[in-house]
């Protein structure tokens, strides 16, 4: 008599199909505190996003000027930098689910200041200022903390396939939240905008008070302050990997990034119009993309490699964009970028979350925050510096080309980055 056991297995699953092996990694969503974190990351980004929209719009529609929206940047990046390294030393020294839950409630409060003052109709700038820079606080611990919850919920060979998913929901988020904005805005008010946001941040708040509990592995002495700070940048400069890993993340964004340049090139090449829509929602759409057919990342090993090679696309794919006569070629070749700037952030999230121990990764993942939010900003000033000087083309073409020169020469001359492989640190 056949039993099931001596059975031979159904031939249909036995063989994966190259759509299976190629699409999304979705098994880290059969994890209960994982799913909810990123259900609750993914929707409450969309609102942040609608917010990021919706605050430069009113400030300009109260002082008609260009200058007040560009400090909004400012009030933005100083607290990113310094709560950012400051909230990954607090998440090295206390539970970070109880961190994170609290970093969440600050930024809520920041959405729901925004709010009030446009039930109200105050109309004042300053208070307006105040709110982004106590979000973007919020923001910045919370940011690092979820980075470091991560490894702790999935096993190390899961990592990378949870970093794809979280980074293609928030592309996502970055598409649907400016989309929805210009919607609501053109119906509604600034008020309908931020209580949306208010409205889909609570499902943040409610995965966060679902985690379980993420105590520091060790007894932690000292208290988290500059000291602490401190000791993880000393622990950084030690390790050629991770030092590496943001190294080429601020060639690839610094010196490759041609945001700042889409406005005049989208008016004097592209006709105006809907052209600068398209221009910057390309790279976002090719990150989306990318990370719909991420299923290969997972299995790959020597990530060093691979990083090199994804930023090399992306400097490569920039230049060529700005080689294009024309729009859609333009946005296709942007998209191509995007999908390799995805896949580079992949793995350099997925190289410091299952390199550095976790005593340090709360601290390593603040300075990826600061890495990320000031790595595009001093990409634009670069960018539009050189446009004046050299002009737009220039500026564009120049940029990508001497990105994919410039990671290939720094790897070469750090190789531990490129010798990288997770099966030297036990990986399957």
Not at 382 to 409: K, P
Request: hydrophobic letters at 55%; proline letters at 5%.
């Amino acid at each position: 008599m056949t039993t099931a056991k001596d059975s031979p297995p159904a031939a249909g699953p036995a063989r994966t199909s190259w759509w299976r092996r190629l699409a999304i990694d979705t098994r880290p969503l059969g994890n209960p505190a994982y799913r909810r974190l990123w259900l609750g990351q993914g929707v409450s980004y969309i609102g942040f996003q609608v917010t990021a929209v919706a605050v430069p719009v009113q400030v300009y529609d109260m002082t008609g000027s260009s200058f007040w929206v560009g400090v909004l940047g400012v009030v933005n990046l100083v607290p990113l930098i310094a709560f950012g390294l400051w909230g990954g030393a607090i998440a090295d020294h206390m539970d970070r689910r109880r961190l994170l839950f609290l970093s969440s409630c600050v930024t809520w409060a920041a959405t729901l200041l925004l709010l009030a003052q446009a039930l109200l109709g105050l109309g004042s700038l300053w208070l307006i200022m105040v709110a982004v820079a106590v979000q973007a606080s919020g923001f910045a611990v919370a940011s690092p903390t979820r980075g470091a919850i991560i490894p702790r919920l999935m096993r190390p060979e899961e990592v990378a396939s949870a970093n794809t998913l979280t980074f293609t929901a928030g592309q996502i988020g970055m598409l649907a939240g400016p989309l929805l904005a210009g919607v609501i805005l053109a119906r509604w008010t600034y008020s309908a905008a931020y209580a949306l946001d208010a409205v889909l941040f609570t499902v943040g708040l409610w995965a966060a008070l679902r985690l379980p509990p993420v105590p520091p592995l060790e007894d932690r002495t000292g208290s988290p302050g500059l000291r602490s700070v401190i000791e993880g940048l000393r622990y950084l400069a030690t390790q050629p990997v991770l030092l590496m890993s943001f190294v080429v993340d601020v060639i690839a964004m610094g010196v490759a990034m041609p945001r700042a340049l889409f406005p005049e090139v989208a008016e004097t090449r592209f006709g105006g119009g809907e052209a600068v829509g398209w221009l910057f929602a390309a790279i976002s759409i090719g990150s989306v993309l990318g990370g719909l057919m991420s299923g290969w990342i997972q299995r790959v090993h020597r990530q060093g490699v691979a990083l090199v090679l994804a930023i090399v696309v992306w400097g490569l794919a920039v230049a060529a964009a700005g080689l294009a006569g024309n729009l859609w070629l333009a946005v296709a070749l942007l998209a191509v970028g995007g999908a390799a700037d995805l896949v580079s952030a992949v793995f350099r999230q997925t190289m410091l979350q299952t390199y550095a121990p976790d005593e340090m990764r709360g601290r390593m993942q603040g300075v990826f925050v600061v890495v990320v939010a000031g790595g595009p900003r001093l990409g634009d000033l670069r960018a539009g510096a050189t446009a004046a000087i050299a002009g737009v083309t220039a500026s564009w073409v120049g940029g990508g080309l001497a990105c994919a020169v410039l990671v290939v020469v720094a790897s070469l001359c750090v190789p531990a980055l490129l010798r990288y492989d997770t099966r030297d640190r036990g990986e399957p």
